[in-house]
């Protein structure tokens, strides 16, 4: 081993030798993700688990952050677990709607079109469609009403027991989209990067519900429409299944990345307070290109 050393000091300075064996370490890149961040105004997590060696990278996974649009992955879980209990079917067909109750008080709201992502559902109240079919559009056009219709299906508090059971101790499903008494009160969907990672990496694995479900979970991620974070600067050959989150100030991804030599790797990029999100949006995605990068030489 030292021999090699020696020759291979004869052929690169040594500068080129340390600056190579910082590039493949977990640390370094975690301060080139840190530089990178700094240069925006807002406040970050990041986590990563290479799913074969079971590394991680950690930033801020703890701090607590709006959940977003993120909180509808939990959701799915709990819709494809309650089909396969036998509750329902995923080929079930329900009631499209546009009337929920208010956490707070019981009292009926309704979403508006003009804020929601996906507003060619709103054609389909007062009838029916699949409960799989609004899973997907919950997902991958992100989907407020259709999230909406499928937590009172599910129930908010049972998408939360099943993350404590998965050990998300601190993603919190509380209520449907647009509850403003809520909102108001401060009672909002939380999640952490580090719970977020790990639902990802169990799905990934398998284990939330078998390996069919997590398949089909897998294929509804795959077809995610908002790809400015993750996958934006990545080569095409590059597949990930993941969700996105934004509100004011606020941009998040989450998912799987799935190489073409088939390894994989979970990575989470949260933000908020961001003063200008589009800048914040360019770093995660540079952010997530670091990570690649940093993966795929390994």
């Known amino acids: 081993m030292k021999k090699c050393f020696l020759l291979l000091g004869f052929l690169l300075p040594f500068s080129a030798i340390i600056g190579q064996v910082q590039h493949h370490s977990l640390e370094a890149l975690k301060k080139q993700i840190e530089a990178r961040l700094s240069l925006v105004e807002g406040e970050f997590a990041v986590a990563f688990i290479d799913l074969k060696t079971r590394e991680s990278l950690y930033i801020n996974e703890k701090t607590s952050f709006h959940a977003a649009s993120t909180m509808k992955t939990p959701v799915m879980i709990e819709v494809f677990r309650q089909a396969k209990s036998g509750k329902f079917k995923l080929t079930d067909s329900i009631l499209v709607k546009n009337e929920f109750k208010s956490i707070v008080d019981g009292s009926l709201y309704k979403m508006d079109i003009a804020d929601d992502s996906a507003d060619g559902l709103y054609s389909m109240i007062g009838k029916k469609m699949t409960i799989y079919d609004l899973t997907y559009l919950m997902i991958t056009v992100s989907s407020n009403l259709a999230t909406n219709i499928l937590i009172d299906l599910v129930d908010a508090k049972k998408a939360t027991a099943t993350m404590r059971r998965l050990g998300a101790n601190d993603?919190?499903?509380l209520r449907g989209v647009e509850d403003n008494k809520a909102y108001d009160l401060g009672l909002n969907n939380t999640t952490t990067a580090f719970d977020l990672a790990l639902i990802?990496?169990?799905?990934a694995r398998g284990k939330p519900l078998g390996k069919k479900a997590s398949k089909e979970m897998l294929n509804i991620l795959f077809d995610q429409k908002f790809n400015e974070i993750i996958p934006a600067k990545l080569p095409a050959d590059a597949k990930?299944?993941?969700k996105t989150g934004s509100i004011t100030g606020v941009q998040h991804d989450s998912g799987i990345v799935f190489l073409a030599d088939g390894?994989?790797?979970?990575?989470?990029?949260?933000?908020?307070?961001?003063k200008d999100p589009a800048a914040g949006v360019v770093a995660l995605s540079e952010v997530s290109e670091m990570v690649y990068d940093f993966f795929r030489v390994r």
Request: proline content about 0%; charged content about 25%; cysteine-free.
């Open 171 to 173: 993603i919190q499903v």
């Open 200 to 203: 990802f990496e169990k799905i």
């Open 240 to 242: 990930v299944a993941h």
């Open 263 to 274: 390894n994989k790797y979970v990575l989470v990029l949260l933000s908020r307070k961001l």
